[in-house]
């Protein structure tokens, strides 16, 4: 086996490892969102802006976790971030037991890419200097 694929095959690991990291924090950190909706009568209006700090925060510690590798970090980090949409769409709206693509979700790719790129961005950088 040729080194690079050895190589690659770590980094689809990294990917992989990132997503489900991202995917756990996410229900989890929607799981407590609701119940703070609840507890605390937080508008209903606040909810998406709720959501996507919810997904951007999951990706950002999945990628902090699971990136390890030097090399391309923005590159990993916006394919785990595209990703972790993706599944994530597919998991709530599973969930949910309602598909809706549109507009929205066309803004979570852009954001979770952007989210993805700057997170592994950083998580490759600050395991360089440590």
């Known amino acids: 086996m040729a080194k690079h694929e050895v190589k690659d095959r ?4 990294e990917i992989v490892k990132a997503n489900i990291i991202a995917l756990i924090i996410a229900l989890i950190a929607v799981l407590l969102s609701a119940l703070a909706v609840k507890l605390f009568n937080i508008s209903d209006s606040a909810i998406p802006v709720i959501n996507q700090v919810i997904k951007s925060l999951a990706i950002f510690l999945g990628c902090i976790i699971a990136l390890r590798k030097p090399n391309n970090g923005w590159l990993r ?40 790129l700057i997170s592994g961005i950083i998580a490759v950088n600050v395991r360089n200097h440590h």
């Open 10 to 13: 770590g980094y689809i690991f």
């Open 77 to 116: 980090g916006a394919v785990s971030g595209l990703i972790f949409v993706w599944l994530s769409f597919l998991v709530f709206s599973l969930l949910d037991n309602h598909f809706q693509f549109g507009l929205s979700l066309f803004n979570d790719c852009v954001l979770g890419t952007l989210s993805g």
